[in-house]
């Protein structure tokens, strides 16, 4: 009959295995190549940047708090007569959000790498987020921090976070959330998420030793508690100086929340953390910094020879990545809030 299929071709049709079905293709905000182009092309002009001490090359691959961060840099350099601070990253994995997750400005990806220190075994993943600030604009680099993204083997070596100023906590992250075109989950609650930068930042801003370790928004912990009790401490010598922090959001781009696979958000916070320390009036006190990494560095900034100073205002860049549970408390995962760089400095000379 016309238009009829034979019985027997029929038959063969219906028990013959199916084909597995593609994976869905999902337009993303840049693509892998070009992402990888973004990338090694910002890695490779930061650090001939950096050797040039060309503050301007920096500024057409950074932007937002890390630019500020690399241009201050810079300035120490020039005034200790050094070299700019460079960094090898390594074995990238990138995380490009699908075009429906970002269908507006600023877009973002992020990438986890790996430092020089031991590729093998490698457990921490520098975090850089890369950021499109307009449709045609150049992607920039907006913000670097550092965290554990594997578990803890026998065998491992990790420096490369501690070169770059960084700590991180022991516990690793889960792996970040993937959908089956393999584009990175973002949190629906983004904007709730964020709001845990504004609770870090007045949980570290007080005058030492005012600070409360304890905290019903953060888990106990190296890079909380433990924070508050470092600036808290009361050095020996530095008994005679009264000292506060001061912790502003930095300016610069949004940056995307990444949703982990056990639930929690990625959030990564930039600040501002001034200082300020003076002496004490009634003992017509003085202090003066010392020639160790970051105070060598503070001094520099302050015109050099470890000068005497009644008051100093250091400003520091600080960038910290926090774990966000949809309820409960929330736990910082990289900070570089031990050693944050500074980004200037003034006072008042004796």
Not at 15 to 32: E, N
Not at 167 to 173: L, P
Not at 309 to 325: N, Q
Request: hydrophobic share 40%.
């Amino acid at each position: 009959m016309t238009g009829c299929a034979p019985a027997d071709g029929d038959a063969r049709a219906a028990a013959s295995p199916s084909a597995p079905a593609a994976a869905p293709v999902v337009p993303t905000v840049i693509g892998k190549e070009q992402a990888e182009k973004v990338f090694n092309q910002y890695v490779w002009e930061h650090n001939a940047s950096m050797d040039r001490r060309d503050g301007a090359a920096i500024a057409k691959v950074e932007t937002g708090a890390l630019l500020a961060r690399s241009l201050a840099n810079l300035e120490v350099a020039k005034a200790r007569g050094s070299a700019g601070l460079e960094r090898t990253f390594v074995k990238p994995e990138f995380f490009i959000p699908a075009e429906r997750d970002q269908p507006g400005y600023p877009r973002s990806f992020a990438v986890f790498s790996r430092g020089y220190s031991n590729l093998h075994n490698e457990r921490a993943a520098a975090v850089h987020y890369f950021v499109q600030e307009v449709p045609g604009g150049e992607w920039k680099a907006a913000a670097r921090s550092w965290t554990y993204d594997k578990p803890l083997t026998a065998q491992f070596d990790d420096t490369s976070y501690v070169v770059d100023g960084f700590a991180v906590r022991d516990k690793e992250i889960a792996a970040v959330r993937r959908d089956a075109a393999g584009a990175p989950a973002l949190s629906p609650t983004a904007a709730e998420d964020r709001t845990v930068c504004g609770r870090y930042a007045e949980y570290l801003s007080f005058r030492a030793p005012n600070g409360e370790p304890e905290s019903e928004h953060f888990v106990p912990g190296e890079l909380t508690s433990d924070v508050v009790k470092a600036y808290n401490e009361d050095y020996p010598n530095l008994t005679l100086v009264r000292r506060s922090f001061a912790f502003e959001a930095a300016a610069g781009p949004e940056l995307p929340v990444l949703k982990l696979a056990d639930g929690r958000s990625l959030v990564t916070c930039s600040f501002v953390r001034t200082d300020h320390w003076e002496g004490k009036v009634e003992r017509a006190a003085i202090f003066k910094y010392g020639t160790g990494n970051p105070s060598a560095d503070t001094d520099a900034l302050l015109g050099g020879g470890h000068k005497w100073w009644k008051s100093t205002d250091v400003r520091r860049s600080v960038t910290a990545t926090l774990e966000v549970p949809a309820q409960g408390p929330a736990d910082v995962v990289g900070c570089n809030c031990f050693t944050a760089p500074v980004l200037s400095a003034e006072g008042t000379p004796d």
